[in-house]
């Protein structure tokens, strides 16, 4: 572990609609303080709270109103559709905000696609599109499996979570029932944050961020077959892809692996497989700097 970003009373949510300037003035404040897996390349909040947090109906990360992502919702919709086949399937949405991406994967013209959303903060009609579309006010877990899963989609959800693994072995769990099911994860990379400086990519709400190594790393732990992780979005993102695995993962092919030393957040370093990422972290009077080979 090797902490590189620490920064004090910082807000713990960026995305909350406050009621006024007092108000925003007297928003929950966190610590921020960021470590590095040096061998696989996850990036955690190791101050993180989770209690400090609140995801109810004040919180609103909606991007639609951006006509630029909003069509990079539609081509991303249109590639699972065109190219993955998601046509006459039943769509999970882990973590489903207001509903707008499943919408889309629903009504998209020809895929006859039915969809539930899942989110504890969701607001709205919990039924539409004529039943095609339902939305679930809860978690998705292993009390889900009733629901006969095609598709899990889960965009921008596990970042925000401080034990990534157990979300992914909640959504295994849920599979119990659709061994077949195909999975979809979108999550920022923390390799371009770093690339490109962008340092206010790093608050409070993204607890864990990942490089494609322990992004499918993790799923590989959780009990997935990774095919497939890709940068999108002009690299921001990472964009993974897996199904079900018949058997455990027990860490054969991939070195020796154990939990984050000291931390218990789940996702699993590596040696000696540091240079797959190749990367090194350079801190001196408080900054930081980033090189890639």
Wanted: net charge negative; hydrophobic share 40%.
């Amino acid at each position: 572990m090797r902490p590189f970003l620490q920064r004090s009373q910082v807000p713990v949510h960026q995305n909350l609609v406050a009621t006024g300037q007092e108000a925003a003035r007297m928003v929950t404040r966190g610590e921020l303080n960021l470590v590095v897996c040096e061998d696989c390349g996850f990036v955690f909040n190791q101050a993180f709270d989770l209690s400090r947090l609140s995801y109810g109906e004040d919180y609103d990360n909606t991007q639609c109103c951006s006509a630029y992502f909003d069509a990079y919702l539609d081509g991303l919709v249109q590639d699972m559709v065109e190219r993955q086949s998601v046509r006459n399937c039943t769509v999970v949405e882990v973590g489903c905000g207001k509903g707008q991406f499943l919408r889309k994967l629903v009504t998209y013209p020809g895929a006859n696609n039915i969809g539930y959303g899942f989110d504890p903060s969701y607001v709205g009609p919990t039924s539409d599109l004529g039943g095609k579309l339902q939305f679930c006010i809860c978690y998705y877990d292993e009390s889900c499996t009733d629901i006969a899963t095609d598709v899990v989609v889960c965009r921008h959800v596990i970042e925000h979570v401080p034990e990534p693994v157990e979300i992914l072995r909640s959504v295994r769990a849920a599979l119990a029932s659709s061994p077949k099911a195909r999975v979809f994860f979108e999550t920022p990379c923390v390799e371009w944050i770093l690339r490109h400086r962008v340092i206010w990519d790093f608050f409070y709400e993204h607890c864990s961020l990942f490089t494609a190594q322990s992004l499918g790393l993790a799923f590989r732990r959780a009990g997935f077959v990774v095919e497939r992780v890709e940068h999108i979005f002009g690299g921001q993102y990472l964009w993974l892809e897996a199904r079900v695995a018949d058997v455990e993962f027990t860490g054969g092919g991939d070195g020796a692996i154990s939990v984050c030393a000291g931390v218990g957040w789940g996702v699993c370093h590596r040696r000696p497989r540091i240079e797959d990422v190749a990367m090194s972290i350079h801190i001196r009077d408080g900054i930081f700097s980033y090189d890639v080979s």
